[in-house]
């Protein structure tokens, strides 16, 4: 099993900024991507930013130029930098990884962690 732990979130003010981490534990080869997904009230999850293993990385159009995704590949984590941030970030955002687990790719989610914008 593999398991993910989100830490980082919090209350904001708009234009205020948050550091979300996440590490990945358990038994596996490798942890190819890994990102980061939200999900507002109402709304349906979306994927917010995921970077390759190599550090390419991938952004949702709303968030380009304000939140970078990073990541410590010896510590299997991956960071969310979030800087101006919007009332309309406001979601639970959860961790996302592809696990190598004996030649087979699984994915794995976080359990989320609560991230509030008030303007």
């Known amino acids: 099993q593999v398991h993910l732990v989100e830490s980082g979130g919090g209350l904001v003010q708009a234009g205020g900024s948050l550091r979300l981490s996440c590490t990945a534990s358990g038994r596996f080869f490798s942890i190819n991507a890994m990102g980061w997904y939200r999900q507002a009230p109402g709304k349906q999850r979306e994927l917010v930013a995921d970077i390759t293993s190599g550090g390419s990385t991938n952004y949702a159009d709303s968030v380009k130029g304000r939140f970078t995704i990073s990541r410590d590949n010896a510590k299997n984590t991956v960071y969310l930098q979030m800087n101006s941030l919007r009332p309309e970030d406001t979601a639970v955002y959860y961790c996302?990884?592809?696990?190598?687990?004996?030649?087979?790719?699984?994915?794995?989610w976080g359990q989320g962690t609560q991230v509030t914008v008030s303007s």
């Open positions: 996302n990884a592809n696990a190598n687990r004996y030649g087979t790719i699984y994915e794995y």
